[in-house]
């Protein structure tokens, strides 16, 4: 029995076979190579190292990058070399950042290639002849390095400073042993100094003295210092003079025993001194030496000569007024009963 049409299977044409097979491969390789084909430019892209060669049939860089999604930093640089006439070398320079610390601030700079004294450049900083930088110009940057800049600076300065006054202690035996009053409170003194300075970002590290002038010259304090042995008199004989084992003179023309009191200038000038006294003239004329103390030797004037005379003495109210340095000491001594030896 024959088959139906219907389920007849249709066989081709061996020559129409072999056409078909040839048009499907022929498709199938121009699919393939149909990239190669229009593809101009072989690329050899080198990035941190890494290199890659594609096809492509864009010239410029950026382009190229972009086509095979390869991102660009916004500092990035790329140079593109040839290597023969359809192959060419696209190298991809990474940028660095570095932070640079000067004057204060922080900069952040970042160059795809170049070195310190380059990173300066672009941060606009100028180096000074003395300045400090942490890394020498010549130095490749790196990402993530770190420049330190520290300033120095010269200056000629005026200053003042204070002298002290310091303190002038005066014996007396007007009060007791270790006690003390003051006379005046001094001044202090002032001189000016002219100094250059060196300075490291604003701070001094150095400093050296050019010249310096006393502007004022200090007062010193005077404070009274309780002595009992010591001598108010600031007169010396022209002769050396002898005592005995009591703190008397050996020798003497007359001993006179009597009241004595005490003045000062208050402060006016005068030509007086300690050892001075005023007595009655008409008994003891100016010029004549003494030797005074209290009997019992607690108090000493010292060697003394006649220079002045007073309503005191010449009224008999005393025998002789000591002449003090200073008011507060002829206070202190107020009056005493004096042996008085006329030399």
Known sequence: MEPSKSGRIRRLHPVLLRTGLFFTIGAVLLGTFSGATFAKYAVTIEDEGVQQLVYTSYEEPKAILAAEKIP???????????????????????????????????????????????????????????????????????????????????????????????????????????????????????????????????????EEVLYSEVLAEPVPAEVLVGDPNAEVSQLTPSAPLELDADGNPVQYRTKLTGKATAYSSRNYRTKLKPGHVAMDLS???????????????????????????????????????LFFDSYTESCLFGAKEVEIYVL
């Open 283 to 321: 008994q003891f004329p100016k010029g004549t030496q003494l030797y005074i103390k209290t009997p019992d030797g607690s108090f000493v004037y010292g060697y003394s000569v006649v220079k002045d005379t007073g309503t005191a003495v010449i009224d008999g109210t005393c025998l002789v007024d």
């Open 72 to 206: 660009l930093g916004v500092y990035d640089e790329v140079t593109l070399t040839s290597v023969d006439e359809n192959e060419s070398l696209l190298t991809i320079h990474r940028a660095s950042e570095v932070m640079i610390y000067a004057d204060g601030k922080q900069r952040r700079v970042s160059l795809a290639d170049g070195t310190v004294a380059d990173a300066l450049t672009k941060a606009e900083i100028t180096l000074g002849e003395e300045d400090l930088i942490s890394e020498a110009l010549d130095t490749p940057l790196e990402e993530g390095m770190e420049i330190t800049i520290n300033r120095i600076t010269h200056e000629e300065v005026d200053t003042q400073e204070a002298i002290p006054a310091g303190v002038t202690e005066i014996p007396t035996p007007t009060l007791k042993k270790g006690r003390t009053r003051t006379l005046s409170s001094g001044k202090e003194g002032v001189r000016q100094i002219t100094a250059t300075r060196t300075l490291l970002d604003g701070e001094i590290i150095e």
